[in-house]
């Protein structure tokens, strides 16, 4: 983690919308959260800048949840401290809750309710009069494509529309700090297309946002920063960049003809690559350095090795290979194993 | 102060708007009672002696005092589906008055408590029911009644967060409070009971409550029993509302 201490000692009045660029909007120290004998969280540091994106990437059960409903004060931590917008989770967590906006991995609407409905019942409970918080409903339904769908019960609602309804009661209040709790899980690609768009869009007006995935596409395509948890622990933490070039450089990475050369074609190309390369099936996944001549070379080494080469690329290390390097295990393999996260 | 009654009224407005549109909760409130003070009435009426009383106008006020004991039903449900579905959570992330969720819930159900009572007591009158107090006797039952159902909106409350599906909370609910009702005095004379059963019968917050329902409606001499019904409602709110609200911080994860 970029270990730069925040400032506690001056909380940020309530009425402040505006956060200075390098404010931090959450500053968490030493958090450890159990669930009797399971260790949800054993000391977590995290850091957010106020109008960055953190991303909090682990498999199920790593304890991202258990962050989230600490920093919006539905939990309080055994030990550690935690600062939002300014404001201590624990002794200012009444007003804390004027300021931020949560969408849950269930998507939290009263099914029986009418999306403008769930939406003014929202408002109205931030304190809002009736009016106003109506007023507030439609021009979310409207930004969030909505409207049409405004007078219906939300049990009709596609998943989709659930989310984007989810989203937007989180909204509501025009909170400066937004939880959202594993968005896109369970939705189909289109709507996570759409999804990342809005959330794109909220971050551009000047929304931080802290998030949970266990996607790892999803971390690189939203998130400013990345924190990789693991066992209620921040195992590794930086910039998607940042945390690929720990991997090492490129992936050189081969399809042969025949699955059957595999060896001959990692013996062929072992002096070329920065540990022995890995064979699954009929790929060949080499890490190497440079990536000038590298795939001429791996060629012509191939040829005089006399493997036949189906396909051949260099790629940039994604976030599954920065996974398996810090974890030792893949991202997705964990999913079965739910502990009480 | 004024949060606490203002997200209260939201709550209940927006448990009493979902209500039409889910049609089994409304037959629930209506046909259900209905189907039970026909089938009492003409099944089992002929078969029971009520001394003093024509076995409609003993029924009515018992039959009313059990479905009102249930009417908290939806409360059970309802807590525990918002629970599941992560409602509360959301509520929890807001600035409301913290107790305005149990509140607003529990004040709901006195409006649908009292929706159907009322169309119990329309029955009753189409099948021989009459009134034979006062009309503010009339209406001191009825707040009785209400206040009776209240105390179990909170019972409900407290249930329907201590068990981990609405269908348990559905059965749990069925095995406790349905023999409770009936080994009172809301079907039947409680001397025809065994001498247990009678024991326990006659100190059961129902018998009390149903008695003191037919002095209120019917004139039948009341002892202690419209006060003992009042004092039996207050205090089961003092126990259960205060367990409820435990328990909402407990199971919403505080």
Do not use: C
Not at chain 1, 155 to 167: A, E, F, N, P, V
Not at chain 2, 45 to 73: E, H, M, R
């Amino acid at each position: 983690m970029p270990a730069e201490p925040a400032t506690p000692t001056e909380p940020l009045t309530a009425g402040r919308q505006e956060l200075g660029p390098s404010a931090a909007a959450v500053s968490a120290r030493g958090l450890v959260k159990s669930y009797g004998s399971v260790r949800a969280l054993v000391g977590v540091d995290l850091d957010v800048a106020s109008g960055s994106v953190l991303g909090l990437l682990g498999p199920n059960g790593a304890g991202k949840t258990t962050i989230i409903r600490i920093l919006t004060t539905l939990l309080k931590p055994d030990a550690g401290s935690a600062q939002v917008v300014g404001l201590d989770v624990v002794h200012d967590a009444a007003r804390l809750r004027e300021r931020i906006g949560l969408a849950g991995q269930y998507a939290a609407v009263d099914e029986n309710l009418t999306g403008l409905e769930n939406l003014t019942m929202v408002g109205r409970l931030y304190g809002q009069p009736r009016v106003a918080a109506r007023r507030r409903g439609n021009e979310l339904l409207e930004r969030f494509e909505l409207l049409d769908a405004a007078d219906r019960a939300t049990k009709t609602y596609s998943g989709g529309m659930r989310r984007r309804l989810d989203l937007a009661a989180a909204l509501v209040a025009k909170p400066p700090m937004l939880f959202l709790d594993e968005p896109t899980t369970g939705l189909d690609p289109r709507s996570r297309l759409q999804l990342w768009g809005t959330i794109e869009g909220l971050v551009a007006e000047g929304t931080t946002v802290l998030l949970t995935t266990q996607y790892l596409d999803e971390a690189d395509r939203l998130a400013s920063e990345i924190a990789v948890i693991d066992h209620g622990r921040v195992i590794a933490g930086g910039t998607p960049d940042e945390l690929k070039d720990r991997v090492g450089g490129e992936r050189l990475e081969i399809r042969l003809g025949d699955a059957a050369q595999g060896e001959p074609a990692a013996r062929a190309l072992a002096s070329m690559a920065d540990e022995t390369p890995t064979l699954a099936g009929d790929l060949v996944t080499v890490g190497v350095h440079r990536r000038a001549g590298v795939i001429v070379e791996a060629v012509r080494r191939l040829d005089q090795a006399g493997v036949g080469v189906e396909d051949i690329a260099l790629r940039r290390p994604t976030l599954d290979d920065v996974f398996l390097a810090l974890t030792g295990h893949a991202a997705e393999e964990q999913q079965d194993d739910q502990v009480a996260a | 102060m004024r949060r606490l009654v203002s997200d209260t009224l939201v709550i209940a407005e927006r448990n009493l708007v979902r209500l039409p549109r889910a049609p089994e909760l409304l037959v629930a409130f209506t046909v259900q009672p209905i189907m039970f003070v026909l089938l009492f009435r003409y099944v089992f009426g002929g078969a029971i002696k009520t001394p003093g009383f024509s076995y409609a106008d003993f029924l009515i006020p018992g039959i009313i005092v059990q479905n009102i004991a249930f009417g908290g039903f939806v409360t059970a449900l309802g807590l525990n589906e918002d629970l599941h579905k992560g409602l509360i959570d959301r509520f929890r992330s807001l600035p409301m008055a913290r107790p305005a969720v149990l509140a607003g819930r529990t004040l709901a159900d006195v409006v649908t408590n009292g929706l159907s009572a009322t169309i119990l007591v329309l029955t009753g009158l189409l099948i021989g029911f009459s009134f034979h107090a006062g009309v503010l006797h009339a209406l001191a039952g009825a707040g009785l009644l209400l206040l009776f159902g209240y105390a179990f909106s909170w019972v409900f409350a407290f249930l329907g967060m201590l068990v981990s599906t609405p269908e348990a909370a559905n059965s749990v609910g069925f095995i406790a409070v349905f023999p409770l009702t009936f080994i009172s005095s809301a079907f039947v004379p409680v001397h025809s009971m065994p001498a247990v059963l009678r024991a326990f019968a006659e100190v059961n917050p129902f018998t009390v409550t149903v008695d003191a329902m037919r002095s209120l409606w019917l004139g039948a001499p009341a002892g202690n029993n419209v006060w003992g019904a009042a004092v039996w409602a207050v205090a089961i709110i003092a126990v259960f509302a205060p367990l409820a609200v435990a328990r909402y911080r407990r199971a919403a994860g505080g």
